[in-house]
């Protein structure tokens, strides 16, 4: 059973780990998702497109340039947390067919009971792994694939090889987009051999994050974008410079050299991604 402390916070064992739900003290209605200490999502009950985690909002600004305005698309979620993504594409593009793949039956129990998204027929949710749900769909069955997926706070080895990619792209319309929450730190190992990994199926791509992140100074999370036609990058280096937080966009030769060296991964050597360093959810972002 869940438990309370600090009045309204909610405690729960879930099949990966200790959640809890943390009301936002500055935004009524709000609440962050952790797992194991690690933040996971942000939801505005009352305003599903205030979006607080700023690699969110440039998953978001993708969503949001990849198509025209409003108009609905097929979307796969792997990995759902507080369905952050899901309920903003909702509001943002009505219509849209949304399926959302999470692998933790308990945290999709507690999240449907404690902070309900709305009735839509258009938005499942299963219970399920990203890549089994991936082998299961249909060629071509989607306009963007939206990767979010960490067992604790490390993306599983599974999700990183070129195997992996091979079914989301598989699985994408021939203009589709990948769009991936890839997160690492110095010397950034993993995010270069995601860039190499990735661009081997799907070549045209665009790195979006912060700069001090990408010059491999600290941990954070980067945005991957990436499809089979050139991505809006004018558009996302505009909202990414006019972000909360400026972000930086890479694209074309700064990719390349970003990506340089770093080979392609396969299922026999893939590894879990970079675990962040002790202390950096120690305090709220």
Do not use: K
């Amino acid at each position: 059973m869940g438990r309370r402390r600090d009045a309204d916070r909610v405690v729960e064992q879930v099949d990966t780990g200790q959640a809890e739900l943390v009301p936002d003290p500055d935004r009524p209605g709000s609440w962050t998702l952790l797992l194991d200490a690690a933040p996971q999502s942000h939801v505005d009950l009352a305003d599903p497109t205030h979006l607080e985690f700023e690699y969110v909002r440039r998953l978001a600004a993708a969503l949001d340039l990849i198509a025209p305005a409003g108009a609905p698309l097929r979307v796969l979620h792997l990995g759902g947390g507080a369905l952050t993504l899901p309920r903003y594409v909702t509001a943002t593009r009505p219509g849209s067919t949304q399926r959302v793949s999470e692998v933790d039956g308990a945290l999709v129990e507690l999240v449907r009971r404690a902070l309900p998204w709305p009735t839509d027929p258009r938005l499942r949710v299963r219970v399920a792994d990203a890549r089994a749900t991936l082998t299961a769909s249909r060629d071509a069955s989607y306009d963007v694939v939206v990767a979010d997926v960490f067992a604790g706070a490390r993306t599983p080895a599974h999700l990183t090889s070129v195997e992996y990619a091979a079914e989301v792209a598989r699985v994408l319309r021939p203009d589709g987009w990948y769009l991936a929450n890839v997160a690492d730190g110095p010397p950034l190992r993993h995010a270069r051999a995601q860039v190499a990994t990735v661009r081997s199926v799907l070549p045209r791509a665009c790195l979006i994050g912060d700069a001090a992140v990408l010059r491999g100074r600290r941990y954070g999370n980067l945005v991957l974008v990436a499809g089979r036609v050139d991505p809006p990058v004018p558009e996302l280096t505009r909202r990414a410079a006019g972000d909360w937080f400026p972000g930086r966009v890479l694209a074309g030769e700064e990719l390349d050299r970003f990506a340089g060296g770093a080979g392609v991964v396969h299922d026999a050597e893939a590894t879990a991604s970079t675990p962040p360093p002790p202390g950096i959810f120690s305090v709220r972002r």
